[in-house]
T-cell receptor
Framework: RKEVEQDPGPFNVPEGATVAFNCTYS??????FFWYRQDCRKEPKLLMS???SGNEDGRFTAQLNRASQYISLLIRDSKLSDSATYLC???????????FGKGTKLSVKP | GAVVSQHPSRVICKSGTSVKIECRSL??????MFWYRQFPKQSLMLMAT?????????EQGVEKDKFLINHASLTLSTLTVTSAHPEDSSFYIC?????????????FGQGTRLTVV
C-alpha cells in the first residue's frame, strides 16, 4: 500500500461547483497533515493544515479521520483560479519526512 | 511565512558534468531539509532527507553517490548531481522544516529546472 494515496483525477468542474478530494495514508504514527496546492511548473504552496477537529478557511474545508486514516478537502463555489493540482501531504511519523500524494488535478471551467 | 531560497532556478549542463543546487532558509533554522524530484506530469518524489550535521538519508532507488547532499549548517543544504545524464533532467525542489516547532509545515524553495544535454 502506498504511503499516501489520492483520487487520481482529473476533476473538471464548472465555476461555482463544489468538489471534494479524498486521501488515505498508511502510517498510523503520522501526526501532521496538510493540503498543498501546486500550479504548473511552480513549487507547492501550503493551502491549509488539517486538524483532528476539522478546519475551514473560507471556501475550503479540511477533515481528518484518524481511525480510517483518511483526509478530505472540500472546495465550495469553485473559482477559475482554483485550477491547480492539490497535494495531500502526510508526515512519516512524528517529526518525520513529509510524503506527498500524487496529487489531484482540478480544472474549473467557465 | 518563512522563506526558502533555491538557486539556480534553471540550469542547462552538458552530459557528464556536475551541477550543484543550493537551498537556503532565510529566516529560520532548518534542522531538516528535504530534496524532491518531479518529472513532467508526475508527483513530487522524495529523494532524500538531510538533518543538519549528519549524513543524508536516501529513499530507496536513489543513488547516494550520484546525488550528493550536504547540510553543513542550519541555513544551507546543497544537492550535487554528479556526472549528469539526460535522464536526470527534471525539476528539483527543496523544502525545509524545523524540528524546533511541532507539526510545522514545510517551506519550499522555488525549484530548479535541470536540463542535461
Amino acid at each position: 500500500r502506498k504511503e499516501v494515496e489520492q483520487d487520481p483525477g482529473p476533476f473538471n468542474v464548472p465555476e461555482g461547483a463544489t468538489v471534494a478530494f479524498n486521501c488515505t495514508y498508511s502510517n498510523s504514527a503520522s501526526q501532521s497533515f496538510f493540503w498543498y496546492r501546486q500550479d504548473c511548473r511552480k513549487e507547492p504552496k501550503l493551502l491549509m493544515s488539517v486538524y483532528s477537529s476539522g478546519n475551514e478557511d473560507g471556501r475550503f474545508t479540511a477533515q481528518l479521520n484518524r481511525a480510517s486514516q483518511y483526509i478530505s478537502l472540500l472546495i465550495r463555489d469553485s473559482k477559475l483560479s482554483d485550477s491547480a493540482t492539490y497535494l495531500c501531504v502526510v508526515n512519516r511519523g512524528s517529526q518525520g519526512n513529509l510524503i506527498f500524494g500524487k496529487g489531484t488535478k482540478l480544472s474549473v471551467k467557465p | 511565512g518563512a522563506v526558502v531560497s533555491q538557486h539556480p532556478s534553471r540550469v542547462i549542463c552538458k552530459s557528464g558534468t556536475s551541477v550543484k543546487i543550493e537551498c537556503r532558509s532565510l529566516d529560520f533554522q532548518a534542522t531538516t531539509m528535504f530534496w524532491y524530484r518531479q518529472f513532467p506530469k508526475q508527483s513530487l518524489m522524495l529523494m532524500a532527507t538531510s538533518n543538519e550535521g549528519s549524513k543524508a538519508t536516501y529513499e530507496q532507488g536513489v543513488e547516494k553517490d550520484k546525488f550528493l547532499i550536504n547540510h553543513a549548517s542550519l541555513t544551507l543544504s546543497t544537492l550535487t548531481v554528479t556526472s549528469a545524464h539526460p535522464e536526470d533532467s527534471s525539476f528539483y525542489i527543496c523544502s525545509a522544516t524545523s524540528s524546533m516547532v511541532m507539526n510545522t509545515e514545510a517551506f519550499f524553495g522555488q525549484g530548479t529546472r535541470l536540463t542535461v544535454v
